[in-house]
């Protein structure tokens, strides 16, 4: 019975909707949670940055493991269950330190989990589309609850929910099966060196530029996010706001996933980062002028322009740039250059950024990086048409 209902489209759909619930759960009133029981920006920054710290180990090992394992699915499964348990202990405590480990710990294996995932999506024999907008169906749907949850209950019932959802992201994972590897690119190495697999990446000139691209990019959007819910809670707007934003910006990530199987079959990968890039800029750029928390809500379609787009071209560039072997060591460096060692360093800033001066500065200091990236991504050169 278990057999046939393996690979079930609704399994593929499950991994990427409990996943992103989960993480949505976790980490959406983080950085207000630790607000509301007394930390200061400073401190608040150590906190969502040592995350990042965590996925500079933790993505790239992780990525190198499922290689040298050659299956993505055991890997994320053992990464599942490490970020419950570092959730669990994240809600019962209240300790600084201890909250800087279990919450670094926990979003660092769930930043490990989203190369494996994406790449088991792919893999699979439906679009990865339609299965990546069940995680943004979950994310919105956690977006909006935890404010209310948060709000009406208590953060307890957050991080409840959110282990919940990693443990049905383990099953889900479990009834799936692992991507094929190309016989050919394995032919002559029957495992995988970690020396060897560094040196065909650093040799790589586009995934090189690509990963300075990543850097710049997700090193500010992640700080963004990471932020935003203290940035209109600053401006007079509540918890139940916040959950709005995310789920209006979320929503409108659908659309644009299934937009996404389109353009990348017309339009260059180079084409379509320039144009996620610029509306982060833009974003950017309007959030410094402090607007009204309506018109923060308002503007939420451009996640939906950036990030989202910005992601689903990544699993797709990464596997045409890079030997099968090497896929998911690639995606983890990729994800921990990015969406660890940038987002580091970007939060740390923006602490001190937002405890010297403002938001206004703040943002500003977002949209130099994004525009960093913005030039760095005219040297990035792709095919007119991605087939």
């Known amino acids: 019975m278990l057999q046939r209902l393996r690979d079930h489209y609704l399994f593929h759909a499950g991994i990427s909707c409990f996943f992103y619930l989960a993480f949505g759960a976790f980490s959406i009133v983080l950085s207000m949670y630790c607000q509301d029981i007394g930390m200061n920006a400073s401190q608040i920054s150590y906190i969502v940055s040592f995350s990042p710290f965590v ?34 202990v994240f809600a019962i405590s209240r300790n600084f330190w201890v909250l800087l480990l279990s919450s670094g710990l926990a979003i660092g294996f769930m930043n490990a989990v989203t190369p494996l995932t994406d790449r088991i999506g792919v893999s699979s024999p439906y679009d990865f589309g339609k299965i990546r907008l069940w995680g943004s169906i979950g994310y919105a749907l956690m977006a909006q609850v935890s404010g209310i949850l948060y ?3 208590s953060p307890f019932s957050n991080y409840m929910v959110a282990i919940l959802g990693t443990i049905i992201g383990m099953i889900c994972v479990y009834m799936v099966s692992d991507p094929r590897i190309d016989e050919e690119s394995t032919s002559s190495k029957k495992t995988v060196s970690l020396l060897d697999g560094m040196k065909v990446l650093v040799y790589n000139k586009k995934f090189m530029i690509f990963l300075a691209i990543s850097f710049f990019f997700w090193g500010v959007n992640s700080t963004n996010y990471n932020y935003l819910s203290i940035f209109i809670r600053s401006l007079g707007g509540s918890a139940s706001q916040v959950g709005t934003y995310q789920l209006c910006a979320t929503l409108f990530e659908i659309p644009m996933i299934l937009a996404t199987d389109f353009l990348v079959k017309k339009v260059s990968y180079r084409a379509i980062m320039i144009f996620a890039i610029c509306t982060s800029i833009i974003n950017f750029v309007w959030y410094s002028t402090l607007p009204s928390v309506g018109m923060i809500i308002a503007v939420f379609v451009f996640k939906g322009f950036s990030t989202i787009l910005f992601t689903m071209i990544t699993v797709r560039l990464v596997i045409e740039l890079v030997p099968d072997l090497y896929v998911s060591s690639a995606y983890g460096i990729q994800s921990m250059l990015g969406k660890g ?3 580091m360093l970007f939060q740390l800033a923006g602490g001190v950024i937002i405890d010297s001066y403002n938001m206004t500065y703040f943002y500003l200091f977002l949209a130099i990086g994004a525009g960093i990236s913005l030039v760095i991504a005219m040297f990035f050169k792709s095919s007119k048409a991605n087939s």
């Open 55 to 88: 996925s500079i180990v933790t993505q790239p090992y992780f990525g190198y493991l499922a290689d040298k394992w050659k299956s993505c699915k055991k890997v994320s499964i053992l990464l599942l269950l490490l970020s419950g348990i570092s959730m669990f």
């Open 151 to 153: 709000q009406y209950i």
């Open 341 to 343: 060692l940038g987002a």
